[in-house]
């Protein structure tokens, strides 16, 4: 069979960038993917991209297309929350793969920030992924339905504020080592317990800001000069849509799609030496975190203070995450990928990470873990 590289990588700032819109932003992260796969727009003959509530459109992919000057043969456009950007590079894998597209370019972002409307447009967008009828009419927000879950998680594991404080903490270390992150403030432990309450028991520290910002890939059947890096596996899963239709606390999906994934690369999670996992708030990376078998139940923040995800034990999120690299819709999580790949590549500038990475992991989380896409990357040519 085939194999699908990561040919290229592209990603902007995340943070405020007034007068640039959908349309700019994505293509600012195009123009850097297929720049550094060394390719001219006339050699893609794919284009996946996501949605963008700033510019709600039908048509996103040939939308795009025209703005940029493409002519794919295939052109698609998904829309899978936060799991967006992975289920897009999912799909360019198999169109790679098949033989039905020789390079795919995937692109995504919006200014979610300074879009008219701006932060509380976006929040009550995002809000009407809750069920029309028994959470939308109650005045739910995405925080809010994050923190039913973490209310729930903190009871069930016995793991405490401080140990979603320390999540906080741990992303903030790193997007201050990032050019280009949001926010870069330094933050301890006792100043993110004693940040504002957004949704009890969610403080600011443990939500993710709202961004402006873009992120693309070439997705290729020819592998990188910059570094060879395979998408060796991907899975998904999809157990409910909305949370107060889950029904089972211990599998909400992630560790389904993880398992595909894992399976498709043929490789365990022994295997993995750097890890992308999404962060919308801080109890989604300790409970996405420990359901994808990378952290006991309950102990994800305590293990993180304790420094199993330090750059020299398993590198989680080397950017500054969502939670303080930024939050640009589909394009957040795609950060998560474009981090993992510069790692494995050795292309991390300050931040990279002293061992291999021969192997990496990378999950994305869409609605209230509704939807769920992993992806296993290797450094390998097949």
Same mark, same amino acid.
């Given at each position: 069979?085939?194999?699908?590289?990561?040919?290229?990588?592209?990603?902007?700032?995340?943070?405020?960038?007034?007068?640039?819109? $959908?349309?700019?932003?994505? *293509?600012?992260?195009?123009?850097?993917?297929?720049?550094?796969?060394?390719?001219?727009?006339?050699?893609?003959?794919?284009?996946?991209?996501?949605?963008?509530?700033?510019?709600?459109?039908?048509?996103?992919?040939?939308?795009?297309?025209?703005?940029?000057?493409?002519?794919?043969?295939?052109?698609?456009?998904?829309?899978?929350?936060?799991?967006?950007?992975?289920?897009?590079?999912?799909?360019?894998?198999? %169109?790679?793969?098949?033989?039905?597209?020789?390079?795919?370019?995937?692109?995504?972002?919006?200014?979610?920030?300074?879009?008219? @409307? @701006?932060?509380?447009?976006?929040?009550? $967008? %995002?809000?009407?992924?809750?069920?029309?009828?028994?959470?939308?009419?109650?005045?739910?927000?995405?925080?809010?339905?994050?923190?039913?879950?973490?209310?729930?998680?903190?009871?069930?594991?016995?793991?405490?504020?401080?140990?979603?404080?320390?999540?906080?903490?741990?992303?903030?270390?790193?997007?201050?080592?990032?050019?280009?992150?949001?926010?870069?403030?330094?933050?301890?432990?006792?100043?993110?317990?004693?940040?504002?309450?957004?949704?009890?028991?969610?403080?600011?520290?443990?939500?993710?800001?709202? *961004?402006?910002?873009?992120?693309?890939?070439?997705?290729?059947?020819?592998?990188?000069?910059?570094?060879?890096?395979?998408?060796?596996?991907?899975?998904?899963?999809?157990?409910?849509?909305?949370? *107060?239709?889950?029904?089972?606390?211990?599998?909400?999906?992630?560790?389904?799609?993880?398992?595909?994934?894992?399976?498709?690369?043929?490789?365990?999670?022994?295997?993995?030496?750097?890890?992308?996992?999404?962060?919308?708030?801080?109890?989604?990376?300790?409970?996405?975190?420990?359901?994808?078998?990378?952290?006991?139940?309950?102990?994800?923040?305590?293990?993180?203070?304790?420094?199993?995800?330090?750059?020299?034990?398993?590198?989680?999120?080397?950017?500054?995450?969502?939670?303080?690299?930024?939050?640009?819709?589909?394009?957040?999580?795609?950060?998560?990928?474009?981090?993992?790949?510069?790692?494995?590549?050795?292309?991390?500038?300050?931040?990279?990470?002293?061992?291999?990475?021969?192997?990496?992991?990378?999950?994305?989380?869409?609605?209230?873990?509704?939807?769920?896409?992993?992806?296993?990357?290797?450094?390998?040519?097949?």
């Amino acid at each position: 069979m085939r194999q699908a590289f990561i040919a290229g990588t592209g990603l902007t700032a995340f943070g405020r960038f007034e007068g640039e819109n $959908t349309l700019d932003l994505m *293509s600012r992260a195009a123009r850097q993917a297929l720049a550094d796969a060394g390719l001219e727009r006339g050699q893609v003959d794919g284009l996946v991209t996501g949605y963008s509530t700033a510019m709600p459109h039908l048509m996103m992919a040939t939308l795009f297309a025209e703005h940029f000057g493409l002519r794919p043969s295939y052109a698609n456009a998904l829309q899978l929350g936060g799991a967006t950007g992975a289920a897009l590079v999912m799909l360019a894998k198999l %169109l790679v793969q098949s033989g039905q597209c020789e390079r795919v370019l995937v692109v995504a972002g919006e200014n979610r920030l300074t879009n008219q @409307g @701006g932060r509380d447009q976006a929040i009550q $967008t %995002l809000a009407q992924v809750g069920h029309a009828t028994q959470e939308v009419p109650f005045g739910a927000t995405i925080p809010g339905y994050y923190a039913l879950l973490a209310g729930q998680y903190l009871a069930r594991t016995g793991a405490t504020g401080a140990d979603l404080a320390a999540i906080a903490v741990h992303m903030r270390r790193h997007a201050i080592e990032t050019e280009g992150a949001h926010v870069t403030a330094p933050l301890t432990v006792e100043e993110a317990l004693a940040s504002r309450p957004i949704a009890e028991p969610l403080r600011l520290a443990d939500c993710c800001p709202i *961004s402006d910002g873009a992120a693309a890939f070439v997705i290729s059947a020819a592998p990188s000069e910059q570094g060879a890096v395979r998408i060796a596996g991907a899975g998904q899963a999809h157990r409910h849509q909305h949370v *107060s239709m889950a029904t089972e606390w211990e599998n909400f999906g992630a560790a389904d799609a993880a398992d595909r994934a894992f399976a498709e690369a043929g490789i365990g999670r022994d295997a993995i030496e750097v890890l992308g996992i999404y962060d919308s708030f801080t109890v989604t990376l300790a409970m996405l975190l420990e359901e994808t078998g990378f952290a006991p139940r309950g102990q994800a923040g305590r293990r993180i203070a304790e420094g199993a995800h330090a750059v020299d034990a398993l590198p989680l999120n080397t950017h500054g995450g969502l939670l303080s690299y930024g939050h640009p819709g589909v394009a957040g999580g795609m950060a998560h990928l474009v981090e993992v790949t510069r790692q494995m590549q050795r292309r991390a500038g300050a931040r990279q990470v002293p061992g291999p990475a021969r192997a990496g992991y990378v999950h994305a989380d869409g609605g209230v873990l509704s939807a769920h896409v992993g992806l296993v990357l290797a450094t390998d040519r097949g």
